[in-house]
């Protein structure tokens, strides 16, 4: 371990034990989206998207059960989630033989609750996010259940560090990688491993507006809570930051940016109809940021977003998704 986090080593070590249970995800360039900048930006997406369970976090929760021993496996694993981190510890549950039970907001969308459920996992239903993490408490503690973390620890950044090794592979030449902000998992891991390969790349962070405890964090100098979570992009709703994810996003990420579910439904349009994609809103956080407050700073640059998430029915992406904006 460096002082910020997995070695690269290890990255590749874990990359290559789950080779066959995930998929190296494609990278694309985004002619539209270049054509919408208009200004000579190269735009491309880590399509993360279409990793096992439809979003990244398949990555950590692999590594956290690849981590335990056998006598920790037989009790099973819990887990807290507004849906894809549940999915995902469930299929990790599944793949590597054990039970998962998870809790879930009560505004946990449907189709989620029910692919939870296709892996196996039994589902507790919390009011909000807060006494979701109650019951996550209790059910480790009365159940002996090993509680996967949806964004803390150093295996959910050993997990999320193999998406930033992919990208370092697959592509030679970029400038800077926009990558969504929850509880700073996804982003801490990734630029912890560019930042090991390529050190000059701008690592950057897209924060929902009503989610924004990494920003407060950052301002503060130390891990902030939200006393409340108001964004459409729930997969990116964490109600607060914590030490070890904080640090190292705080070590090896260069800035953070904002977008409002205003920018995250437009966005969602425009992907659907310039790119015949349907998304969550977290998906399109990256996106967002750079046809919004990132366009000017990156004009003409080499940029890589990482597209992280598709868990979305068709009935809930048409109520968010807003198309007026688009030809």
Not at 41 to 49: D, G, H, N, P, Q
Not at 78 to 94: D, L, M, R
Not at 172 to 181: F, G, H, L, M, T
């Amino acid at each position: 371990m460096t002082e910020s986090g997995p070695h690269i080593d290890e990255i590749r070590s874990l990359r290559d034990r789950l080779s066959d249970v995930t998929l190296r995800t494609p990278v694309m360039r985004c002619a539209a989206i270049e054509a919408s900048l208009g200004d000579g930006t190269r735009v491309l997406a880590k399509l993360e998207f279409l990793q096992r369970t439809g979003t990244f976090k398949a990555r950590g929760a692999l590594a956290t059960l690849h981590s335990l021993s056998a006598d920790e496996r037989k009790f099973g694993v819990t887990a807290v989630s507004a849906g894809n981190h549940a999915i995902a510890t469930a299929f990790a549950a599944q793949t590597l033989g054990t039970t998962a039970k998870v809790v879930m907001t009560r505004s946990a969308n449907p189709f989620r609750v029910a692919v939870c459920k296709s892996y196996g996992a039994e589902v507790v239903i919390a009011d909000d996010v807060h006494q979701a993490f109650e019951l996550v408490r209790e059910i480790r503690d009365t159940e002996n259940r090993f509680f996967v973390h949806p964004f803390e620890g150093y295996s959910v950044a050993l997990g999320t560090g193999t998406v930033g090794l992919e990208i370092c592979e697959q592509v030679d030449d970029v400038d800077a990688i926009v990558i969504p902000v929850g509880g700073g998992g996804l982003i801490g891991g990734i630029s912890n491993a560019v930042k090991q390969l390529r050190p000059d790349v701008e690592v950057i962070g897209v924060e929902p507006k009503g989610a924004d405890s990494m920003h407060r964090s950052f301002k503060s100098g130390k891990p902030e809570s939200i006393s409340e979570v108001h964004t459409i992009a729930d997969s990116l709703g964490a109600p607060f930051a914590l030490p070890y994810s904080f640090e190292l996003t705080r070590n090896n990420v260069d800035r953070l940016v904002m977008v409002d579910d205003s920018e995250l439904r437009k966005t969602m349009g425009f992907l659907f109809h310039a790119m015949s994609i349907a998304v969550e809103p977290a998906c399109a956080a990256t996106t967002a940021a750079l046809l919004g407050p990132l366009r000017e700073s990156l004009s003409g640059k080499r940029v890589l977003l990482v597209m992280c998430g598709s868990n979305i029915d068709w009935e809930t992406f048409a109520r968010q998704a807003d198309f007026s904006h688009v030809a």
